[in-house]
């Protein structure tokens, strides 16, 4: 993904429709692989949390929103809403220039710090470590990418760039 960003040492200045095409499927196949590679939690523990939540209890919601078990659920959701995200986007990109924005702009809530934090807590990229089997290390680079020069190249307008 980073050849498809990175030219001379900076951001691409424009992307094409193929750049996006290329972009866009490997992202989504990241995606794919990160959404194979959470555990799930079984249906007992799903339960357990859907008990919890719906508790009256702040000290039983903070626990639940600090275990394992949630932060493995939100991830696997996370990890399917991108995946689904990016293959929807393959579709428009090149045929409406404001579907695609749109689409783009939406792939934006993948790459939030809750991720990265969720994947420190089950241990899946552990603390301390510049990154872990995640990459979540360069999230902020993509929502760089993706709100500059991509978005600039799709609607035309160059102050995106």
Same mark, same amino acid.
């Given at each position: 993904?980073? &050849?498809?960003?990175?030219?001379?040492?900076?951001?691409?200045?424009?992307?094409?429709?193929?750049?996006?095409?290329?972009?866009?499927?490997?992202?989504?196949?990241?995606?794919?692989?990160?959404?194979?590679?959470?555990?799930?939690?079984?249906?007992?523990?799903?339960?357990?949390?859907?008990?919890?939540?719906?508790?009256?209890?702040?000290?039983?919601?903070? &626990?639940?929103?600090?275990?394992?078990?949630?932060?493995?659920?939100?991830?696997?959701?996370?990890?399917?809403?991108?995946?689904?995200?990016? &293959? @929807?986007?393959?579709?428009?990109?090149?045929?409406?220039? &404001?579907?695609?924005?749109?689409?783009?702009?939406?792939?934006?809530?993948?790459?939030? @710090?809750?991720?990265?934090?969720?994947?420190?807590?089950?241990?899946?990229?552990?603390?301390?470590?510049?990154?872990?089997?995640?990459?979540?290390?360069?999230?902020?680079?993509?929502?760089?990418?993706?709100?500059?020069?991509?978005?600039?190249?799709?609607?035309?307008?160059?102050?995106?760039?």
């Amino acid at each position: 993904m980073t &050849k498809l960003t990175i030219e001379g040492g900076q951001f691409r200045k424009s992307y094409s429709v193929q750049d996006r095409q290329a972009l866009a499927g490997a992202l989504a196949r990241y995606w794919q692989s990160f959404q194979e590679r959470v555990p799930r939690i079984s249906p007992a523990e799903r339960a357990w949390i859907e008990g919890e939540t719906n508790s009256n209890s702040s000290e039983r919601l903070a &626990k639940v929103l600090n275990s394992t078990e949630w932060n493995l659920s939100e991830l696997a959701e996370t990890a399917e809403n991108c995946a689904k995200a990016y &293959k @929807e986007l393959a579709t428009d990109i090149g045929a409406n220039s &404001k579907r695609e924005a749109l689409r783009w702009v939406r792939t934006l809530r993948c790459y939030n @710090e809750d991720v990265s934090e969720r994947l420190s807590v089950v241990g899946l990229n552990p603390r301390g470590q510049l990154d872990g089997p995640f990459k979540a290390q360069m999230f902020n680079f993509w929502r760089t990418a993706i709100t500059g020069p991509l978005l600039g190249s799709v609607l035309g307008e160059p102050e995106f760039r």
